[in-house]
């Protein structure tokens, strides 16, 4: 077993987006020369730093934690983690290590969410900027067109930007937030998903509004294309919608999923099927590797609705407890 230089009962540190910043920093500045700093920053896609001088023949530390200013620790660990695969860090890789979970790098920018109706269409209205627009069937899906960040997405948020989106400025922020509940719960299949979305909005109402906003049927993969149009030859993309996803801070994305007999079992035969069930495991695991933390109920926990709220309730307050820092 590898020593660690934590006595027994002593804490990990903290590894903070300054702490792995500078690590990133005092790295390239040990194994390089100025020049192939400057080349290293260029070809990783730093972005050059304010203003624009010979930093890096001054100090090659300073020149890279300028370059990395702003970004948050799930881009940071993405970017040491290439430094390392490309260049050998292991004093990047076992701080790499320390972090723990910390959310999907990048900034989220489309939340397509609550589908109720017919698939929608979407386009790209400008293909270089990844901006999508919904050309048909746009009735029947939301589309949160705010900027989101790091900051995840609060229930204050949504409820903001359904009022503004509604017209409803003038109702109170209860009514606002009842009628939106009512929207989200249409695009819900069974008792057992709308009881998920019930006891979490409860959360609203016991600890106010300035909490993650639990999002139903929240498009992760898009294909334009419907089953029947592909044929029976063709394929799509499995799993196109997470039941639900909860945005917390530091770009932390929990999707929960209910698993029904469909997860598992053919739907015709009734009987178990280990390739359906495969393939759901290896979507899973996808999603983790790219930083979302998944977490499945099984149809049969939430038969009993007395149990069912207990162990929801609980589970949602562990979430809490865990991520909502």
Known sequence: MQSTPYGKGMAMPTITVRVLREAIGVFF????NSDAVEE??????????EPPDDVAFKSKRAYVVERLQGQQLADLVTFAMRVDEEHDAPE???LIAQVGPVGVAGQ??????AADGPKHQLVLSDAINNDIEVVANDQFCLVYDRPLDAGGLTWRQLTEWWAARE???AWTETAVSQNLYARLAQSLDNDAEKLILRRYSQRYVDNGPDIPALIPQVYLHYDPYTRRE???KGSTLR??????LLLFPNRIRIVIELDGAQHYSDLETKRADPDRY??????DRQLRLRGYEVYRFGGAELVNRASASALLDDFFAQLTARYHR
């Open 92 to 94: 990047l890789r076992e």
């Open 40 to 49: 290293i920053c260029v070809e990783m896609g730093l972005r050059p730093p």
């Open 108 to 113: 989220p920018k489309n939340l397509i969410f």
């Open 167 to 169: 017209g409803l400025e």
């Open 239 to 244: 799993r196109q919608r997470m039941d639900f």
């Open 230 to 232: 592909l044929g029976p």
């Open 29 to 32: 500045r040990d194994r390089f």
């Open 278 to 283: 495969a393939e759901l495991v290896a979507e």
